[in-house]
């Protein structure tokens, strides 16, 4: 019920290509659902998020496209770039007093030149 | 300042050891976290600390003792470690911990338990 299912573990993609991630979630309560990006060394770092009141949001090359009904989002990345070449998460959390953000088992994220 | 700073970078210890981790950060948060991460895994929250007190322990061994001695510092007391204990820790702040709209991650701490 609290688990987060993020697909696919790692993605190869070619410079100026689109970069697409999968998330799913069980628990409906769940309405807040970020995404970070994580480089080799470095903490993780807020990206984009989005809440279920929307179905999509979009950041310059960042877009999170949210289906409430199939409890799924994604993160897509246009015209990727070697530069976005890091691990992504996803994430989710609920809006009450259990503070724990979520996190998908994160997807590897390579942005071939 | 947006940044949340973690000393040491790197550390190696072996089970006998004490040692301290160390976060800081000055943007008025006063929620702050304790996470580890194993390598490619994601984050686990370890501790939980809004306004200086201890609010969640997500059940973790008794030689991991967090202390907050005020709202912009943030320590990680290691005692009697085991080799898989070896992971980054990475310490966190957000503005309130009631709804984590956004964390803000430090470079981590990379602990080696020899």
């Known amino acids: 019920q609290q688990q987060v299912k993020q697909s696919p573990q790692s993605l190869i993609v070619q410079k100026g290509g689109i970069s697409i991630i999968n998330c799913a979630y069980e628990?409906?309560?769940?309405?807040?659902f970020p995404w970070y990006q994580q480089f080799p060394g470095k903490g993780p770092a807020l990206l984009i998020a989005?809440?279920?009141?929307?179905s999509e949001k979009k950041e310059g090359r960042f877009t999170i496209s949210f289906n409430k009904s199939a409890k799924q989002f994604s993160l897509h990345i246009m015209d990727s770039q070697p530069g976005d070449s890091a691990t992504y998460f996803c994430a989710a959390s609920q809006m009450d007093s259990s503070y724990k953000l979520i996190f998908g088992s994160g997807t590897r994220l390579l942005v071939r030149p | 300042d947006t940044e949340v700073t973690q000393t040491p970078k790197h550390l190696v210890m072996g089970m006998t050891n004490k040692k301290s981790l160390k976060c800081e950060q000055h943007?008025?948060?006063?929620?702050m976290y304790w996470y580890k991460q194993k390598a490619k895994k994601p984050p686990e929250l370890m501790f939980v600390?809004?306004?200086?007190?201890?609010?969640i322990n997500e059940s973790v061994p008794s030689r991991f003792s967090p202390e907050c001695p005020n709202s912009s510092l943030l320590n990680l007391h290691l005692h009697a470690l085991q080799p898989e204990d070896s992971a980054l820790y990475l310490c966190a702040s957000s503005q309130a911990s009631e709804y984590q709209e956004k964390l803000f991650f430090g470079s981590g701490t990379q602990l080696s338990v020899l």
């Open positions: 600390y809004s306004y200086e007190k201890l609010s």
């Open positions: 943007m008025g948060h006063r929620a």
């Open positions: 989005i809440r279920p009141d929307v």
């Open positions: 628990n409906t309560a769940f309405d807040y």
